[in-house]
């Protein structure tokens, strides 16, 4: 075994198992995972890669007029009764005027356009819309949509998922105004 594996280093415990047992041993997959984990030779996994949507944008772009930049998150919550539901808020960055917010138990890639284009109908397309690279933002539906309206979209970092400016405003100027507590 340590041979084979000093030989292939990229092998996992379970081609390695497959050749001993091709030349005739007869070990058992899990004693050869814990007999390679115990010598240091267990392979690490490989990270699953994210689908990025846009490049990242390192030089922040402030907002110097209104609809300029609009950013949208989500937010999860749960109700007494431990039943979760998610609130999608969209506010206009230079404003900070909660311009939408929208709660259900799940929201889908449509209804989250259906806010967009209630928003924009209201009160006029933004040029930027900016998000994090959650899954919700970067649907294929969303991004074909954004495309149409010629609407450019500004991605968080990774290391700054969830800390777009509406997940900390979101709750606060929009979601507060909202949901009254004790009404």
Not at 36 to 44: I, W
Not at 111 to 130: K, N, Q, S
Not at 160 to 173: D, E, P
Request: charged letters at 30%; glycine letters at 4%; aromatic letters at 8%.
């Amino acid at each position: 075994m340590l041979k084979l594996s000093e030989k292939h280093p990229r092998y996992g415990y379970r081609r390695i198992t497959a050749l001993l047992r091709r030349d005739g041993s007869s070990i058992n997959p899990k004693r050869m995972q814990r007999v390679r984990r115990m010598e240091g030779l267990q392979v690490r996994r490989k990270q699953r890669r994210m689908r990025r949507v846009g490049p990242e944008q390192n030089e922040r772009l402030r907002a110097s007029k209104p609809r300029q930049v609009w950013s949208w998150d989500f937010v999860e919550d749960q109700t007494e009764n431990g039943t979760r539901f998610r609130i999608l808020t969209l506010l206009d960055e230079y404003t900070r005027q909660c311009l939408a917010i929208h709660s259900a138990w799940s929201i889908r890639a449509v209804d989250a356009i259906t806010v967009i284009e209630t928003a924009i109908a209201r009160y006029g397309a933004p040029a930027h819309l900016r998000s994090d690279n959650g899954s919700e933002f970067i649907a294929y539906a969303i991004q074909d949509w954004l495309k149409e309206r010629e609407i450019k979209t500004l991605i968080s970092s990774q290391a700054a998922r969830g800390r777009t400016v509406t997940s900390r405003a979101s709750m606060t100027s929009c979601a507060t105004r909202t949901f009254r507590v004790g009404s």
